[in-house]
């Protein structure tokens, strides 16, 4: 079954707006990271968030990460259209050694 | 600096045939993984190296299935007999340790008839 599990599955905005994808995992982790996936392209590494931190900004891009709820935000602001992607969270499950399990996404469109 | 270089981009086969998919992580990084992406599973790990040894395959799907790292700068994935349902976009990912952010090649896309 999926660790992290991102919400909404798909976001329409207009350029300039704010977008916000929240993401949800299952287990206790040890960071939390958010990768973007343009279309036909590898997934590219936004951020990344220890269970002891509860805020990082990295640009535009504002990461929250609540570990007694077990989720995360990630905001991009004053979006643009080249924001438009695909977004994952990806959790290291715990497991003593560090691979990620990687939620299904939300993909983004920015419109013009 | 080179990022991870996949190959080939695209591979079209009649099932049953073998499939080799190859990996050259980024210089220096002593993890790499290998992973399978569809529309109705999403993006699963097949199976982790560190330095050069397979840490974790409990993703690897079947005995078709097999990986290797002969060496710190490559990696194959093999799939014999391939049949149409591993028809997939598959992933190479290193990184500088094990729970280092993750650099993707652009992928394989795969398509068994």
């Known amino acids: 079954s999926q660790q992290g599990e991102e919400d909404p599955q798909a976001l329409s905005i207009q350029e300039g707006e704010n977008a916000t994808m929240n993401c949800s995992y299952k287990?206790?982790?040890?960071?939390l990271q958010w990768y973007r996936q343009n279309s036909g392209r590898g997934l590219v590494h936004l951020i990344l968030i220890r269970s002891n931190e509860r805020e990082k900004h990295s640009g535009r891009l504002r990461v929250t990460l609540d570990t007694s709820k077990k989720s995360s935000s990630l905001l991009i602001t004053a979006s643009r259209a080249a924001d438009t992607a695909s977004y994952f969270c990806a959790t290291d499950a715990g497991k003593g050694y560090s691979t990620l399990t990687f939620g299904k996404g939300t993909m983004l469109l920015v419109s013009p | 600096d080179a990022g991870v270089i996949q190959s080939p981009r695209h591979e079209v086969t009649e099932m049953g045939q073998e499939v080799t998919l190859r990996c050259k992580p980024i210089?220096?990084?002593?993890?790499l993984f290998w992973y399978r992406q569809t529309m109705m599973r999403g993006l699963e790990l097949l199976i982790y190296?560190?330095?050069?040894?397979?840490?974790?395959d409990s993703g690897m799907p079947e005995d078709r299935f097999s990986a290797k790292m002969p060496n710190a700068s490559f990696s194959t994935l093999k799939i014999q007999p391939s049949e149409p349902r591993d028809s997939a976009v598959y992933f190479c990912?290193?990184?500088?340790?094990?729970?280092?952010?993750?650099?993707f090649g652009d992928g394989t896309r795969l398509s068994i008839l």
């Open positions: 287990t206790s982790i040890n960071n």
């Open positions: 210089s220096g990084h002593n993890s």
């Open positions: 990912a290193s990184s500088l340790y094990g729970d280092q952010p993750q650099h």
């Open positions: 190296f560190n330095n050069n040894v397979p840490i974790d």
